[in-house]
Nanobody, 115 residues
Framework: VQLVESGGGLVQPGESLRLSCAAS????????MSWYRQAPGKERELVAD????????NYADFVIGRFTISRDNAKNTVYLQMNSLKPEDTAMYYC?????????WGQGTQVTVSS
């Protein structure tokens, strides 16, 4: 089983990034997927989640209107489009898959927002 995140980097405030998480080794299309983030010294927090078919989506209050989660089950990939980035969005971003008590984490991709 692998969840491989990509797309992180260093950007300036107000800019955008698109994170991707490529899944392999399990039945991606029947798993709910989430993006979490963890800043230094803080607990890991949920950013957004999407149901297996993409019909149900939820966002943390602090990203509503700025971030969009989506998935492509044909490509076994989940995405996080991040617009209007703020310095407080700086964190390691993790991909997470869950179904019926079974879950998997990716290794994370670093997002740094700084001028």
């Amino acid at each position: 089983v692998q969840l491989v995140e990509s797309g992180g980097g260093l950007v300036q405030p107000g800019e955008s990034l698109r994170l991707s998480c490529a899944a392999s080794g399990f039945a991606f299309s029947i798993y709910a997927m989430s993006w979490y983030r963890q800043a230094p010294g803080k607990e890991r927090e949920l950013v957004a989640d999407i149901s297996s078919r993409g019909r149900s989506i939820n966002y943390a209050d602090f990203v509503i209107g700025r971030f969009t989660i989506s998935r492509d089950n044909a490509k076994n990939t989940v995405y996080l489009q991040m617009n209007s980035l703020k310095p407080e969005d700086t964190a390691m971003y993790y991909c997470y898959a869950k179904r019926a008590g079974v879950d998997y984490w990716g290794q994370g991709t670093q997002v740094t927002v700084s001028s």
